[in-house]
């Protein structure tokens, strides 16, 4: 499994994919104790970043909206 550090360089698809993947395996429960905590928290990292990486796109949008390029629909 990468390491916490990786989730960094990683796209939102890639990251939310990883995440799936990660669920997964913790709703699969063969996993001992450890390597469910090695789990939850690269998933907990995985979730955070895809929520900054939405959050960023958001405040693009409606910085474009703002310009007059882009009007952001509510």
């Not at 796209?11 to 469910?36: G, H, P, S």
């Not at 955070?48 to 882009?70: F, I, R, S, T, Y």
Request: net charge negative; aromatic share 4%; charged share 30%.
């Amino acid at each position: 499994m990468a390491k916490e550090s990786n989730v960094a360089s990683l796209t939102y698809e890639q990251a939310f994919e990883e995440l799936e993947k990660t669920v997964k395996q913790l709703e699969a429960e063969i996993q001992n104790l450890d390597q469910a905590l090695l789990l939850f928290e690269r998933g907990q990292a995985l979730a955070k970043h895809c929520a900054d990486l939405l959050e960023k796109a958001e405040l693009k949008v409606q910085q474009l909206g703002e310009d007059g390029d882009l009007q952001v629909l509510d």
